[in-house]
């Protein structure tokens, strides 16, 4: 399954957004995560939430290859 970012256009009606064809509840839970970064965020009180970011992306993505490797 493919990521398709939010476009503006966001639906309540059925199972699926208009706009990005995400579930509701996939919407909701990404909402969640992102609520838990900037919480966490203001927990430790970063100023340099870009690179915090960033730093974090960087991490999600090698764990992801890593684990792609060992399960090919």
Known sequence: ???I???DQCTNEGIH???CGRTHQEIAENKKLV???INFIQQQ???NVEEYTQA???SIIKKL????TIDT
């Open 1 to 3: 399954m493919k990521f």
């Open 35 to 37: 609520m838990e970064i």
């Open 56 to 58: 974090i992306s960087k």
């Open 17 to 19: 957004c208009q706009g």
């Open 45 to 47: 009180g970063y100023e």
């Open 5 to 7: 970012p939010c476009q």
């Open 65 to 68: 290859q890593k684990l792609r």
